[in-house]
């Protein structure tokens, strides 16, 4: 068999039960483990899968899977001042607070000074328009 590129070997128990119709149900530390393995850069999912007696569609699904439930980061948000609209009283903007633009969107004025990163001014923006 071609090296898939993966080395440590399960040690434990892989399939807790077979059922009448040969069914066998995984256990979960050793599906835990097979998609950390399988996660890993410059492996062969097939070959890992047929390495331990999965079928390589079944491994794929498992990977999904944890894909789904791992909690989500939470995104990084720009530090932003808001003002009311011009008519009414602004508050003082300093002078290291100069914006390159100002962006009116839901009642609200975001000033974005030069080099913002773009995808946390669309998370400020996606949560203003909420």
Request: with cysteine; proline share 7%.
């Amino acid at each position: 068999m071609q090296n898939c590129g993966h080395t440590p070997d399960w040690t434990g128990p892989s399939v807790e039960r077979v059922m009448r119709n040969g069914k066998r149900i995984f256990s979960t530390t050793f599906k835990v483990w097979l998609v950390r393995q399988a996660s890993e850069p410059e492996v062969s999912v097939a070959g890992l899968a047929l390495k331990h007696g999965v079928n390589a569609n079944q491994l794929r699904r498992w990977m999904r899977l944890q894909h789904l439930h791992a909690t989500p980061r939470l995104p990084a948000v720009l530090p932003v001042t808001v003002s009311e609209l011009p008519g009414r009283s602004e508050p003082q903007c300093s002078a290291s607070a100069v914006a390159a633009i100002e962006i009116e969107l839901a009642g609200a004025v975001v000033r974005v000074p030069d080099g913002v990163d773009e995808r946390q001014l669309r998370t400020v923006l996606q949560a203003l328009r909420r």
